[in-house]
C-alpha cells in the first residue's frame, strides 16, 4: 500500500483525495488544510482525518466544530508520498519543508517546473519520474495537450503544433474572476506559457500556443493545427485516437454540441462531481488536408489532471510501468469505460 497525503483539500485536492481512495493498492492518510470550513468539515464526514498547518487554522473559515487530527508537520512524516495541492506558488513554499523529509513530493502546473526535477504526464513521459523525489504534474491544459500529441506523434510523427487555447474564465466558484462580457487575449504575448510547459514532458515538439479567456467556468476549449510528418486518412486519426482511454470522441451528432452537454452528459453517468477526465475530442471536427490535422477538443480543467496524479504517485514510488498504472488508475475511476459515441 503507498500511504498518500493530500496537502491542499480545494478543487484539485479534494478530487486528488477520492481517486487515491478508489485506488487498490493505494491508501489516504490524511488531508490537511487551512480554512475550517464546509470543504474540510465535508472531509471529515468522508471518513478523511483531517490535519492543518503548523501555524493553526486561519479564523476565516467560519465557526465549523471540526475534529482534527494533526499538523500537516506530522501529515508529512506519516505519507510516503504527499501530493501537494495547496493554491499556485504555495507549493513552492511548501518544497523546503518536504525536501527536508523522506516523503516524496507530487505538485501541481500552478508551481514552476523548477519546483520538481521532472514535470509529469503518464502518456508523455511517465518513465522519467520513477524513483524521484518530486514532480509536478502539469496544467489541465497541458495535460490535455501532452495526451494527444503524444499518440499523434507515436504513429503520424508530428513536426509542429500550433494551439489557440480558449480558456475558461475561473471554476464554478471563483466569483472573483471573469471576464463576465468580454473575450481577453491571455497572455496577449505569444507564445502563451502552454508551449514552454508542455516542452517540459514532449521536449522535442515545435508548438506555438495562444489563449483567450471567456466569461465561462465550465471547460476550455482547443483549437488545434497539427502538421504531420505523414498524410493520414481522417478514419485512421479517428483510430489512432480512439486507443486512447483518456481521450473521449465525442459527436455533435448525438447531442454532445456544447462544454454544457459533455459536462451534462458525466452526471448523466452518475460521475462523481460530474467530472470528465478524458480529453473531449469532437469527432466532426477532424480534418485532414494533406499533412495537416486540424480538431476542436475540450478540457474539463478540474478534472483532467486527477489521473496523472494519481499515475505520478506509482511513479514516485517506483510501484509499476506507466501502462500498467494508467490502466489501474483508469479501471478504478472508471476512465474511458463508458466508450465513445463516435
Ligand atoms: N482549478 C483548476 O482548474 C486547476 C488547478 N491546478 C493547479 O492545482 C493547484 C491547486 O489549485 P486549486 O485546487 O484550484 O486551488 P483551490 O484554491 O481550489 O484549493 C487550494 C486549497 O489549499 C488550501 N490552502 C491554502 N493555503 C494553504 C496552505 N498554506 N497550506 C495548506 N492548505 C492551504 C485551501 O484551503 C484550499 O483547500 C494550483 O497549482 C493550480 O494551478 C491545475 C489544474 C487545474
Ligand atoms: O492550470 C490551469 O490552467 P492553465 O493551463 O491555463 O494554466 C488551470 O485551469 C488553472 O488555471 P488558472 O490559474 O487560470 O485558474
Redesign the pocket.
Known amino acids: 500500500m503507498i500511504h498518500v497525503g493530500i496537502?491542499?483539500?480545494?478543487?484539485?485536492?479534494k478530487r486528488v483525495a477520492a481517486a487515491v481512495d478508489a485506488q487498490p493498492d493505494m491508501t489516504v492518510v490524511g488531508v490537511?488544510?487551512?480554512?475550517l470550513?464546509h470543504?474540510a468539515a465535508a472531509a471529515v464526514d468522508r471518513g478523511f482525518d483531517l490535519y492543518v498547518?503548523d501555524t493553526a487554522a486561519d479564523d476565516s473559515g467560519g465557526s465549523c466544530d471540526i475534529s482534527l487530527t494533526g499538523s500537516?508537520t506530522a501529515l508529512i512524516a506519516e505519507s510516503d508520498i504527499i501530493v501537494d495541492?495547496?493554491?499556485?506558488g504555495?507549493?513552492a513554499?511548501?518544497a523546503e519543508q518536504y525536501a527536508q523529509t523522506d516523503t516524496a513530493v507530487v505538485?501541481?502546473?500552478?508551481?514552476a517546473s523548477t519546483v520538481a526535477p521532472t514535470s509529469f504526464c503518464a502518456r508523455a513521459n511517465y518513465a522519467e519520474t520513477v524513483g524521484q523525489a518530486a514532480t509536478r504534474?502539469v496544467?489541465?491544459n497541458t495535460t490535455g495537450l501532452a495526451r494527444l500529441i503524444s499518440p499523434l506523434d507515436e504513429q503520424f510523427g508530428v513536426a509542429s503544433v500550433d494551439c489557440t487555447l480558449i480558456r475558461r474564465g475561473g471554476?464554478p466558484t471563483q466569483s472573483n474572476r471573469g471576464p463576465i462580457n468580454d473575450i481577453v487575449p491571455d497572455p496577449v504575448t505569444v507564445p502563451s506559457h502552454h508551449a514552454a510547459d508542455l516542452q517540459t514532458v514532449l521536449p522535442s515538439i515545435d508548438v506555438m500556443t495562444k489563449g483567450v479567456t471567456v466569461p465561462a467556468t465550465l471547460m476550455h476549449v482547443h483549437s488545434l493545427t497539427v502538421c504531420l510528418a505523414s498524410a493520414p486518412s481522417v478514419d485512421a486519426v479517428h483510430d489512432c485516437l480512439r486507443e486512447e482511454r483518456r481521450i473521449e470522441l465525442v459527436m455533435s451528432a448525438y447531442g454532445q454540441d456544447t462544454c454544457a452537454d459533455l459536462r451534462e452528459s458525466a452526471y448523466d453517468q452518475d460521475r462523481h462531481r460530474g467530472d470528465v477526465w478524458e480529453n473531449c475530442v469532437w469527432s466532426e471536427s477532424i480534418a485532414v488536408d494533406g499533412r495537416s490535422l486540424s480538431l476542436l477538443q475540450a478540457i474539463h480543467?478540474?478534472a483532467d489532471?486527477i489521473p496523472e496524479n494519481i499515475d505520478a504517485i506509482r511513479a514516485l514510488a517506483a510501484a509499476d510501468d506507466a501502462e500498467t498504472s494508467r490502466q489501474i488508475t483508469n479501471d478504478a475511476l472508471g476512465v474511458g469505460l463508458t466508450g465513445s459515441l463516435a
Open positions: 496537502n491542499g483539500y480545494g478543487t484539485i485536492g490537511s488544510k487551512r480554512s470550513d470543504e498547518p500537516t495541492a495547496t493554491p499556485a504555495v507549493g513554499d511548501n505538485f501541481q502546473g500552478g508551481e504534474v496544467s489541465c471554476d480543467q478540474q489532471v
